[in-house]
T-cell receptor, first 110, second 115 residues
Framework: EDQVTQSPEALRLQEGESSSLNCSYT??????LFWYRQDPGKGPEFLFT???AGEEKEKERLKATLTKKESFLHITAPKPEDSATYLC???????????FGTGTKLQVIP | GAGVSQSPRYKVAKRGQDVALRCDPI?????LFWYQQALGQGPEFLTY????????KSGLPSDRFFAERPEGSVSTLKIQRTQQEDSAVYLC?????????????FGEGSRLTVL
């Protein structure tokens, strides 16, 4: 069974303090790894898709990287508006079934 | 519409009542997904439709849960004889090409509370 584990569960950063969120996965055959952002009371919002080890994607202060066992979401010089829960998910080739981790709740303090 | 629309946003049901949750996907999106999200957890897959065909319902937790998408657009998730453990946010998502790209468009969810 596919497993996605995210750490830490919660992270509190000062504005401008860069850090990384981790997503480790165990799947039979990775077809895609995805990062989403979820604000309170909202549905998840798509950020990135990574398909193969070594791939990197960037968007504003966020950069996602992928290895054969884990993915990192790097946040550079975060701002308070980056506060949200960040979800990692994988598609392992099941019938369109995307498996999500439990998320990392990020709080950026001004 | 501009995004995925779900209704009702909030539903309180007494244990044993039946509920119906509606999802209106983005126009033209072939794929539609239902997820269940418990407090503090990630979304968990319930079921998947491609047009009107329900291709995967392996995530439905019991036979009290039923989903349909009769004309390939609007979908309804029905829960019969609700139990307290059914309390959660039910998320609907749609996409043009399924889950492969990862770019699922989610609605804001329907929060179900069973008393």
């Amino acid at each position: 069974e596919d497993q996605v584990t995210q750490s830490p569960e919660a992270l509190r950063l000062q504005e401008g303090e860069s850090s990384s969120l981790n997503c480790s996965y165990t799947v039979s055959g990775l077809r895609g790894l995805f990062w989403y952002r979820q604000d309170p009371g909202k549905g998840p919002e798509f950020l990135f898709t990574l398909y193969s080890a070594g791939e990197e994607k960037e968007k504003e202060r966020l950069k996602a990287t992928l290895t054969k066992k884990e993915s990192f979401l790097h946040i550079t010089a975060p701002k308070p508006e980056d506060s949200a829960t960040y979800l990692c998910a994988v598609d392992s080739g099941g019938y369109q079934k995307v498996t999500f981790g439990t998320g990392t709740k990020l709080q950026v303090i001004p | 519409g501009a995004g995925v629309s779900q209704s009702p946003r909030y539903k309180v049901a007494k244990r044993g009542q039946d509920v119906a949750l509606r999802c209106d996907p983005i126009s033209g999106h072939v794929s539609l997904f239902w997820y269940q999200q418990a407090l503090g957890q990630g979304p968990e897959f319930l079921t998947y439709f491609q047009n009107e065909a329900q291709l995967d319902k392996s995530g439905l937790p019991s036979d009290r849960f039923f989903a349909e998408r009769p004309e390939g657009s609007v979908s309804t998730l029905k829960i019969q004889r609700t139990q307290q453990e059914d309390s959660a946010v039910y998320l609907c998502a749609s996409s043009l090409e399924g889950a492969r790209s990862g770019e699922l468009f989610f609605g804001e969810g329907s929060r179900l509370t069973v008393l």
